[in-house]
Structures are given as structure tokens and as C-alpha cells.
């Protein structure tokens, strides 16, 4: 045991040494671990980083999204409804909290197409009351808010061929994401997957769009 330990201490360390914040580990975590294992510890790590900042200080707005995206995330990865229950809880707080924050708009948005992009849109509406017009009006009030950073419409475009491979809102938020600013490493992240997915689309192959859609979002290697 103290083996296995060790050795996934060593398997984070690289990523929290190169992360700046929690966000940034998670960003990370999504986008290239390959070892599901190796994913929960990571999560598991940032979750209780961010708890301790939220003992200190409960209010603070950056912790209390740190802890939402782990708990989704975990929820992701093991399939648990109790988890995709309490993201959807804390997410719904964030964006109560300050309506104009494009990123709680955004990870709310997506927590609903996730569910149904997962379940399918009767299952994931039953057992989690995810809701797709839900969705995506949180994730068009995060474009609208998001001062023209490529992460809101990149996200939203990703989000809506993963779950119909038609959409036709899609390449517009495609060719914004394409053009628009990245103050972050995820915008970049984010901008080159929608120059990627562009080019799919433009090919009209809609199961090669929906699954090339579903493998760039974020845990989507684990699919």
C-alpha cells in the first residue's frame, strides 16, 4: 500500500510542481491523464486543497468552483449519481451567487449537457433532472458574459455535437472560439480543439463529429 502511494504521489507531483493553481491541476487532469487511477488521486488532491482554503474562508468563489469541478469530475469518472448531484447543487449556488460569472455559467451549462451527453437526455433528465434547454441557456449567457475569451464558445460548440452531432449553432460558436482571445491556458487549450473540431464538421460525417466532439471535452479520454 505504502508503495502504491508513493508512486502516485510521484505521478501528481509533476502536475501540481507545473499548475498555479488548483483550476490549472484540474485543467490538467482533464486534458492529458491518461490513467484513470492516477485521474481520481488528482482530483481527490484538489478537492481537499480546496477544502482547507473553504475552512479558512467559506466564501471564497474561486475554492468553492475549485470543488465543484473535482466533485464533477469524480462524478464523471465513476459514474456516481451522488457526486453529479452535489456539483450540480454547488454549481447552481456559483451561479446564483453572482449571476454575471461567465465560468459558473459555463460549468453549469455544461454539467447539464454532460449528464445528457453521458445518459441520454430521458435518463439524465430522471435520475439527475439535467435538462438540455437548462444547459444551454447557461451556456449561452457565459458567451454573452465571457468578454470574447474562446473558452465559452469553444466549450458550448463541443458540447452541443457531442450531444447532436447536427447542431446548427455549433460552427458559428466553432469559428468565434477560432477567433477568440486566450488569457488562459485553457482558452488556448480550448481553441485549438475547436480549429480541430471545425474541420471535422465542415466533412459532414456526423458520427465521426460526435465522436471526435465527445473525445476533446474534458475527460473525454476516458471514454
Do not use: C
Not at 460549468?107 to 445518459?119: Q, R, T
Amino acid at each position: 500500500m505504502f508503495r502504491y502511494l508513493a508512486a502516485a504521489v510521484m505521478l501528481i507531483a509533476p502536475a501540481a510542481a507545473l499548475a498555479e493553481s488548483g483550476r490549472e491541476q484540474l485543467t490538467q487532469t482533464a486534458f492529458a491523464a491518461r490513467d484513470r487511477t492516477v485521474a481520481l488521486a488528482q482530483i481527490a488532491s484538489v478537492e481537499a486543497a480546496a477544502a482547507v482554503s473553504l475552512a479558512r474562508a467559506p466564501g471564497d468563489s474561486e475554492a468553492q468552483m475549485t470543488r465543484a469541478m473535482a466533485v464533477s469530475y469524480r462524478a464523471k469518472l465513476t459514474h456516481s449519481r451522488s457526486d453529479a448531484l452535489t456539483a450540480k447543487a454547488q454549481f447552481e449556488a456559483l451561479a446564483a451567487k453572482n449571476p454575471r460569472d461567465a465560468e459558473a455559467q459555463a460549468a453549469l451549462g455544461a454539467w447539464h449537457l454532460n449528464a445528457i451527453e453521458a445518459l441520454g437526455s430521458f435518463t439524465a433528465r430522471a435520475a439527475l433532472g439535467a435538462r438540455k434547454a437548462t444547459g444551454l441557456a447557461a451556456l449561452d449567457r457565459a458567451i454573452a458574459l465571457g468578454g470574447g475569451r474562446a473558452l465559452f464558445p469553444g466549450l458550448a460548440a463541443l458540447l452541443r455535437l457531442a450531444t447532436d452531432p447536427s447542431d446548427a449553432a455549433a460552427p458559428a460558436l466553432l469559428d468565434a472560439a477560432s477567433r477568440g482571445a486566450t488569457p488562459t491556458p485553457l482558452d488556448h487549450l480550448i481553441q485549438r480543439r475547436a480549429v480541430q473540431m471545425a474541420t471535422v464538421v465542415k466533412g459532414g460525417d456526423t458520427k465521426l463529429i460526435q465522436a471526435l466532439a465527445k473525445r476533446l471535452l474534458p475527460l473525454g479520454q476516458f471514454k
